[in-house]
């Protein structure tokens, strides 16, 4: 049942404003195409995080404005996202 902020699209079955919203700071497939090579391949330690959601955070974080510590949790945990843009 949808609630009372989302509003349908037409033309876009299961799409809502509220989804739009929250996809609006993620990178498209395109740019994500664009950036992927660009980043280090990991070579041994620990499994990292999905590069993709923690770069979505740090894009997150800088079009919104906000601090570090206000970064939505689905991105990953805010001091990750603040290691991984100073390096």
């Known amino acids: 049942m949808a609630s009372p902020g989302d ?17 609006a700071h993620e990178l498209p497939d395109a740019e994500w195409g664009f950036v992927r090579p660009l980043l280090p391949e990991p070579l041994r330690g620990r499994k990292r ?12 974080k800088f079009r919104t404005g906000t601090a570090w510590r206000d970064v939505p ?12 843009f100073r390096r």
């Open 7 to 23: 509003v349908s699209i037409p033309g876009r079955k299961h799409a809502t404003l509220r989804a739009q919203a929250l996809n």
């Open 49 to 60: 995080l999905d590069d993709r959601r923690v770069l979505n955070g740090i894009v997150w």
């Open 73 to 84: 949790e689905r991105y990953g945990p805010w001091a990750t996202l603040h290691r991984r």
